[in-house]
C-alpha cells in the first residue's frame, strides 16, 4: 500500500486550484469538465479539490467544513520551499490570512502557517536537515 492522493473538499473547486496556482505556483493537472473536481502538479502524491457536495454522494453525512468555525480544522497541508518568508508573502498577497509568521525552529527547519481563503491551513517549511 503507498498514499495515493489528499482530497479536500470545497466551496468552488476551480477557485481553490486557482488559489494555488497563483499563491503557491502549483499548477493544475486536471479539473474535471463537471468542475466538481481538480488536481494539483505537486509530485508524487497528488493534492485534489472535490466539490463539498461530493462528500454527501460518498459519505450520506457528509463532512465538517472548515467554513463551520473560526477555528482552523486539525489538518494542515506541508509546502516545503527554500524561501519561506518569500512564500508566506507571496500566499498573503495572494489573499491567505497569516496564522503564523516564518519562524526558525529548534530542529533547523523555518516554518509558517497560512490559512487560504477556503480556510485549509497551509504549513510553508523548508526542508528538513
Known amino acids: ?9 470545497v466551496p468552488d473547486v476551480s477557485q481553490a ?13 486536471m479539473l474535471h469538465e463537471t468542475g466538481l473536481y481538480g488536481e494539483l502538479e505537486t509530485g508524487q502524491t497528488t493534492l485534489a479539490f472535490a466539490a463539498e457536495m461530493l462528500a454527501y454522494m460518498n459519505y450520506p453525512k457528509g463532512h465538517l467544513s472548515p467554513h463551520s468555525s473560526d477555528v482552523p480544522l486539525g489538518i494542515e497541508i506541508a509546502l516545503v520551499c527554500d524561501d519561506v518568508p518569500a512564500a508566506h508573502a507571496k500566499a498573503l498577497a495572494e489573499g491567505g490570512t497569516e496564522l503564523a509568521p516564518p519562524q526558525d525552529k ?21 526542508p528538513v536537515k
Do not use: H
Request: proline residues 5%; aromatic residues 18%; charged residues 15%.
Open 1 to 9: 500500500m503507498k498514499f495515493g492522493y489528499t482530497i479536500i473538499y
Open 17 to 29: 486550484l486557482d488559489y494555488f496556482n497563483r499563491a503557491f505556483g502549483l499548477s493544475t493537472k
Open 106 to 126: 529548534p530542529w533547523g527547519q523555518v516554518v509558517s502557517y497560512v490559512q487560504t481563503p477556503e480556510r485549509i491551513v497551509v504549513e510553508l517549511c523548508t
